[in-house]
């Protein structure tokens, strides 16, 4: 099966620290996770991004979930595929 593309999300993080951190991109479809990709924090300002290659066979309802290491949520993302 061939994949329909790549689909990026992008995230922009600001620390009270220069102290290196991570969070993580945890991708869902369908309420099953599909991924979780761990993303280094280095700077007090950081931009960061994960992608997905999306098949044909997974339209519908995804979020990407933005977590911190203790998986705790900072924010969930909703989107659909068509």
Not at 62 to 68: H, N, Q, Y
Request: proline share 4%; no cysteine; aromatic share 14%.
């Amino acid at each position: 099966e061939r994949s329909i593309g790549r689909i990026y999300f992008f995230t922009k993080v600001k620390l009270d620290s220069n102290v290196e951190k991570s969070i993580f991109h945890v991708w869902y479809y369908d309420n099953k996770q599909m991924a979780k990709v761990k993303l280094q924090i280095i700077g007090p300002q950081w931009r960061t991004y994960s992608s997905k290659v999306i098949m044909p066979s997974w339209s519908g309802d995804w979020r990407i979930d933005v977590t911190t290491s203790e998986d705790e949520v900072i924010r969930t993302i909703p989107f659909k595929i068509k």
